[in-house]
């Protein structure tokens, strides 16, 4: 005799998980592109050496978005998700004029 309310949970569990997982995947892998009118608008550079030094007067080459309070990635990560991009991972030696100091 089949169950067909808990053939259906049990089919309704799975796919949410395969989609959640799917999900986190794509989102991990998207990084942040400069030209983005986000990115743009905060000066985000994926590398921090990069950045216009007359236009960000206050950015020091030893500001990292892997430094920054906001990088959400593990410190040895290449590149870590970051709450201003929403989605998108940013690469932990760029830096954006939202840089704050890791306490």
Not at 5 to 30: D, E, I, N, P
Not at 42 to 49: N, R
Not at 79 to 87: D, E, I, N, T, V
């Amino acid at each position: 005799m089949t169950h067909p309310r808990r053939v259906f949970l049990m089919s309704l569990a799975a796919t949410s998980a395969a989609l959640s997982t799917l999900s986190t995947s794509v989102h991990a892998q998207a990084k942040v592109d400069e030209k983005d009118p986000q990115a743009a608008a905060l000066g985000y550079a994926a590398d921090t050496t990069k950045v216009d030094a007359k236009k960000y007067p206050n950015h020091a080459a030893a500001q990292m978005c892997g430094s920054c309070a906001l990088y959400q990635g593990k410190p040895a990560d290449a590149a870590g998700a970051c709450p201003l991009f929403a989605g998108k991972v940013v690469s932990a030696k760029g830096w954006c004029s939202a840089w704050a100091k890791k306490a």
